[in-house]
């Protein structure tokens, strides 16, 4: 079992003998990154690429929006207090850890019907340390083509962080929403589009005026997790399908860079040559 330390880790080795990792202790825990359309990109610097999520911020007339909230190991609203200024609508892509770590501190949260009943009691601990999960979990991460470093976060928080206890407080949605349902921030107006297959409620939101879309894990450029325990492989051929012909100018993806309208027909049909 890895030791906590305050900002170390202890990792155990292949042989048997553990290294002392030193773990930094962060200055600062979100970087954020200012894009055209009034969209405001922030993430979570020293978490490994497959558990850091991209959280965006939307800026509207009457209300803004706020797209998942990263692993919860810091606050989120603290941390963007400043840009956070007015009435603020928080929506979760999915309900997967590192989306919802943060969602419980947003007063105003949305998620799809279908996942619902993920967010009314507190999330189940969730290590971050390799050796805390699965063999099963891991390789499925593995085969997907992600490196799993033994510990999934390159520095900690606070120095009293405990690397092994990780679990996000109730946050139960106060709107739920389906296909075709609309999020009105006054000047602009975002469509709920349902995107099932990564995660049963997975969901994109879909500004028609400008094709920007949103699309949470349904597809982002980079592995996609299609094996998952709650994952569907015929669901998510008919969200590629779907995502193949959408008329987008750009996408803000759950993960990795943004891309356009021509990348996003190549990674449905892509997806689609693999498993359809
Ligand atoms: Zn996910």
């Given at each position: 079992m890895p030791q906590h330390g305050r900002g170390h880790v202890w990792i155990p080795w292949e042989w048997g003998y553990a290294v002392r990792m030193p773990l930094q202790i962060a200055s600062r825990w979100f970087n954020f990154e200012r894009l055209a359309d009034g969209v405001t990109r922030i993430w979570e610097p020293h978490v490994i690429r497959v558990m850091q999520c991209n959280i965006w911020h939307v800026h509207g007339r009457t209300r803004d929006l706020l797209i998942d909230t990263g692993l919860g190991v810091a606050s989120l609203s603290e941390a963007a207090a400043d840009i956070f200024g007015k009435a603020l609508t928080?929506?979760?892509?999915?309900?997967?850890?590192?989306?919802?770590?943060?969602?419980?501190?947003?007063?105003?949260?949305?998620?799809?019907?279908?996942?619902?009943?993920?967010?009314?009691?507190?999330?189940?601990?969730?290590?971050?340390?390799?050796?805390?999960?699965?063999?099963?979990?891991?390789?499925?991460?593995?085969?997907?083509?992600?490196?799993?470093?033994?510990?999934?976060?390159?520095?900690?928080?606070?120095?009293?962080?405990?690397?092994?206890?990780?679990?996000?407080?109730?946050?139960?949605?106060?709107?739920?929403?389906?296909?075709?349902?609309?999020?009105?921030?006054?000047?602009?107006?975002?469509?709920?589009?349902?995107?099932?297959?990564?995660?049963?409620?997975?969901?994109?939101?879909?500004?028609?005026?400008?094709?920007?879309?949103?699309?949470?894990?349904?597809?982002?450029?980079g592995p996609l997790l299609d094996e998952l325990p709650d994952s569907d492989i015929p669901a998510y051929i008919s969200t590629m399908r779907r995502l193949e012909n959408l008329r987008a100018r750009i996408v803000h993806a759950g993960h990795d860079p943004s891309f356009d309208g021509s990348r996003l027909r190549q990674l449905a049909r892509e997806y689609l040559m693999r498993r359809a």
């Open positions: 928080a929506v979760a892509t999915h309900t997967h850890v590192d989306h919802v770590g943060s969602l419980h501190e947003f007063a105003d949260r949305i998620v799809h019907a279908d996942e619902a009943h993920k967010l009314t009691s507190a999330s189940e601990n969730f290590s971050m340390m390799r050796d805390d999960h699965s063999v099963e979990f891991i390789a499925g991460l593995e085969r997907a083509g992600y490196e799993v470093d033994p510990c999934f976060l390159t520095a900690v928080p606070h120095a009293d962080f405990n690397l092994q206890q990780l679990s996000c407080p109730p946050a139960p949605a106060t709107r739920l929403v389906r296909e075709g349902d609309v999020i009105d921030l006054g000047d602009r107006v975002f469509e709920v589009l349902h995107l099932p297959g990564h995660s049963p409620g997975s969901l994109g939101l879909w500004e028609a005026k400008t094709g920007i879309l949103f699309s949470g894990d349904a597809i982002y450029d």
